[in-house]
């Protein structure tokens, strides 16, 4: 295995540092999209738990929507961390993964209706099925997670 030595430790880690910063900088408009004339792909955050509590954990909800057919993934997923510090690490049993049964488009609005996988992993103050709303205009989506509905800012 090769050696590295210091200097060309520092000249990877500027150039990985420089490339995350390239990423950070460029607009995140282009998630929430029409990837083609019926494919809709969006991904929407908010922290947890609602202010005036500090926020620990991150919501997060993606999702690929095929209109025509009225069909697609969701998954939503809870990271431990802000939405300006979320890491990597996800609370256990908190994701989950909704098929679509249905989509509903009006103007900037989309409407979402899903059906959640893995009923069994659901908690008592959950339903099975899903809807969630996805406002274009204001860049606002509201879901429900663990039986309370939350507001989350579309990127």
Not at 40 to 69: C, I, Q, W
Request: overall charge positive.
């Amino acid at each position: 295995m090769k050696q590295i030595d210091r200097r060309n430790f520092l000249r990877m880690v500027g150039a990985g540092s420089a490339v995350m910063a390239a990423a950070a900088a460029l607009p995140t408009a282009g998630l929430l999209t029409w990837a083609d004339k019926d494919i809709f792909k969006f991904r929407a955050v908010t922290g947890l738990p609602k202010p005036p509590l500090p926020h620990y954990a991150s919501l997060v909800m993606e999702g690929t929507l095929d209109l025509n057919a009225g069909s697609g993934t969701v998954t939503k997923t809870l990271y431990a961390g802000a939405p300006d510090a979320m890491s990597g690490i996800t609370f256990p049993g908190t994701a989950r993964v909704i098929q679509v049964t249905g989509v509903r488009r009006y103007a900037d609005r989309v409407e979402i209706a899903g059906v959640i996988d893995g009923a069994a992993q659901l908690a008592r103050v959950e339903s099975r099925s899903v809807s969630i709303v996805i406002d274009r205009a204001s860049q606002l989506a509201r879901a429900n997670f663990m039986g309370t509905d939350v507001l989350m800012r579309v990127e």
